[in-house]
Structures are given as C-alpha cells and as structure tokens.
C-alpha cells in the first residue's frame, strides 16, 4: 500500500500471515486503499506470491510478443487452456 501511495507504476499486493490473524489483517490493509490508490491484490502467503509473480508476467506480457509467446508456451506445456473463449 505504502508503494502504491508514491508510485505510478502497478502495485500488487500480496498479504503475509506473519500475525495471530494468520493474513487476514494485511489482507484488509492492502485491498482498503483510499480512492486513487490502486493495488492489485493477490491472495495470503505463498499461493498468493507465486500467483502475483504469474500475474506480473501477463502484465509485461502486454508489451513483449515474445514474452507472450514464451507464456502460452509454458501453458500448452502444462495443458493450461485459456478461459476467454479460445481454443
């Protein structure tokens, strides 16, 4: 949060579970932002890095056809199919 309040880049958010509320505090921290302070939030711990990481790549992706074409690579790799209506 305090990222996104001095930059005008994309900020995404992931919440740690360092606290008795197991993530559940920075979870309403981060996606509480005041107007015009966006932050992409992901999920707590792990999962929700590893899935912000993936994110950050389709964001870049936006940019560099070479990127995206590494990206739908890796994904006819695993059997992932798009959801968006392509086959």
Same mark, same amino acid.
């Given at each position: ?11 995404? !958010?992931?919440?740690? #579970?360092?606290?008795?509320? /197991?993530?559940?505090? @920075? +979870?309403?921290?981060? *996606? ?15 999962? !929700?890095?590893?899935? #912000?990481?993936?994110?950050? /790549?389709?964001?870049? @992706? +936006?940019?560099?056809? *070479? ?21």
């Amino acid at each position: 949060g305090a990222m996104a309040a001095h930059s005008r880049l994309p900020v995404l !958010g992931v919440p740690l #579970a360092s606290s008795p509320l /197991l993530g559940f505090d @920075a +979870l309403l921290s981060t *996606v509480q932002m005041p107007k015009g302070v966006p932050v992409g939030t992901l999920g707590v711990g792990a999962w !929700g890095a590893r899935n #912000a990481a993936h994110l950050a /790549l389709r964001i870049l @992706a +936006l940019g560099d056809p *070479v990127l995206a074409r590494r990206l739908e690579r890796g994904a006819a790799g695993r059997g992932a199919r798009p959801r968006d209506g392509r086959r």
